[in-house]
């Protein structure tokens, strides 16, 4: 990627708050606006509302079905639906 091209990118994530910019000298230091959990909720939350009408649950099935998964991977997931189910 060109530096006008990365340059650009980056103006672009500030407008839109996903990065913050400081000054120092002439250097442009940029930093992540939020924590890594918060932006992946957020993205799966906008991804679930469009193309999954707000369902976690199609969401998670069609995950599940794109790629293999591992037992361990499997027991965290049980673990997740144990935990929510004492939620309700």
């Not at 400081?22 to 193309?51: F, N, P, V, W």
């Amino acid at each position: 990627m060109g530096y006008t091209t990365a340059l650009k990118t980056m103006q672009i994530m500030t407008e839109k708050g996903l990065v913050t910019r400081t000054e120092a000298g002439k250097a442009h230091i940029y930093h992540a606006a939020m924590a890594e959990a918060d932006m992946q909720g957020q993205l799966l939350r906008d991804l679930s509302e469009k193309l999954f009408s707000g369902s976690t649950a199609l969401l998670a099935m069609h995950a599940l079905s794109m790629q293999p998964t591992s037992d361990e991977e499997l027991q965290l997931i049980k673990a997740l639906i144990e935990r929510k189910r004492g939620q309700s």
